[in-house]
């Protein structure tokens, strides 16, 4: 596969490593169109055994994936063909995570922005993930919404902090600092901006050098646990909410005041709680 199989994806293949650039302008917002070429690549190099690390990273600099494209509320079969591919038990945003957590090859997020929503559920779903201090920011901000997550964070989050702990970032909702991410074992490391290119390039090559069947072994040797039961509470938790006419209603609100553009983005918590009010 090269850059010309996707519109939404750069590719660059070396030693290995496989690291795709995310570039879905203005803010990255997890559309169908970016999930269905998401799903393409990562299905496509699964049995692939010339690429062994895959490096998730944005091509802008401010957001990694913003969240889920909240324009589809006004297009409610969008996700029906995403819908079919997915795994019984599972609907299309857990089904894209898993499809991340089941992946053969080892998967790194390198997070130099933001990540909200469905992004940090990619970034909770990847084997590892390194975040700029200063710069990047990780949020569940459903809430502020009328909902709960429905795309694996429940349950990824509490594979990885305390249930005190993921219950503070689901409901209280607040853009969580690269440090504080890093405390509460929502990713690997925080590490200086200047840093963070080369310690994940580094990482990532290391890793891909190994002899053959270290990677398998050490993923095999480790499984990532059974959330099958967790996702359907969590679906039905979602579901249920997303129904209400005020989740609607604060999702249309924050479209119009500025969600999805660069300016309304930087400062979304706000934009919503305000809406809220």
């Known amino acids: 596969m090269t850059d010309t199989d996707f519109s939404k994806l750069r590719l660059s293949h070396a030693h290995g490593v496989l690291t795709v650039t995310i570039d879905n302008p203005p803010v990255n917002v997890l559309d169908v169109a970016l999930m269905s070429e998401m799903r393409r690549l990562l299905l496509s190099v699964r049995d692939d055994p010339d690429t062994r690390v895959l490096v998730f990273q944005s091509a802008d600099p401010e957001f990694f994936i913003a969240h889920v494209d909240m324009t589809l509320i006004d297009e409610p079969h969008a996700f029906d063909e995403l819908a079919r591919n997915a795994p019984e038990g599972l609907n299309p945003f857990q089904a894209f995570g898993e499809l ?6 080892v998967t790194l997020v390198k997070l130099a922005g933001l990540a909200r929503g469905g992004g940090a559920e990619f970034v909770a779903a990847a084997d590892m993930a390194f975040a700029a201090e200063g710069r990047a920011g990780l949020a569940q901000c459903e809430a502020l919404m009328g909902i709960t997550p429905g795309g694996g964070a429940t349950q990824y989050l509490t594979s990885r902090m305390t249930r005190g702990r993921a219950l503070e970032v689901i409901l209280g909702a607040d853009l969580i600092d690269a440090a504080t991410a890093e405390r509460y074992g929502w990713i690997n490391r925080a590490l200086p901006a200047a840093e963070l290119d080369a310690f994940v390039d580094r990482l990532a090559r290391n890793i891909a050098a190994l002899p053959a069947g270290v990677i398998a072994a050490a993923k ?3 499984p990532a646990p059974n959330l099958r039961a967790g996702f ?4 039905d938790a979602w579901a249920g909410l997303f129904a209400h006419p005020a989740a609607e209603q604060l999702i249309r609100g924050g479209l119009k005041a500025g969600a999805q553009t660069k300016e309304g983005e930087r400062n979304l918590e706000v934009l919503l709680r305000e809406l809220g009010v």
């Open 232 to 235: 359907c509470r969590e679906h």
């Open 100 to 105: 991340v957590r089941s992946q053969p090859q």
């Open 220 to 222: 095999q040797a480790m």
